[in-house]
Nanobody, 126 residues
Framework: QVQLVESGGGLVQAGGSLRLSCAAS????????MGWFRQAPGKEREFVAA????????YYGDSVKGRFTISRDNAKNTVNLQMNSLKPEDTAVYYC???????????????????WGQGTQVTVSS
């Protein structure tokens, strides 16, 4: 069982930056593939980024490539999402997710993940 708690959301102007963090409970955090998704009102949940157990392998959604960076600290049981050059279309609730399988391209799909956080709101003003 893994519990996930996101933090770091807020209101920022277009072009600004935010850093989201996800704190995970449990002693097996280092064996989970971690992902970030987002969901805007009236839209489906969208893949943002995923990272492998050791942090070497990553995937990014096309809309955030080159602007967002996912990282993890297994000693602190945290996964982070550094978001730069934010745009109004990045406005959404951002969710952290965990899955025990090895990172593959399937981790771009939300249904693959076993555990989810409650989400944190990110609002980018124009």
């Amino acid at each position: 069982q893994v519990q996930l708690v996101e933090s770091g959301g807020g209101l920022v102007q277009a072009g600004g930056s935010l850093r989201l963090s996800c704190a995970a409970s449990g002693r097996t955090f280092s064996t989970y593939t971690m992902g970030w998704f987002r969901q805007a009102p009236g839209k489906e949940r969208e893949f943002v980024a995923a990272i492998s157990w050791g942090g070497v392998g990553t995937y990014y959604g096309d809309s955030v490539k080159g602007r967002f960076t996912i990282s993890r600290d297994n000693a602190k049981n945290t996964v982070n999402l550094q978001m730069n050059s934010l745009k109004p279309e990045d406005t959404a609730v951002y969710y952290c997710a965990a899955d025990s399988a090895v990172l593959t391209h399937f981790h771009k799909r939300p249904e693959v993940y076993d555990y989810w956080g409650q989400g944190t709101q990110v609002t980018v003003s124009s």
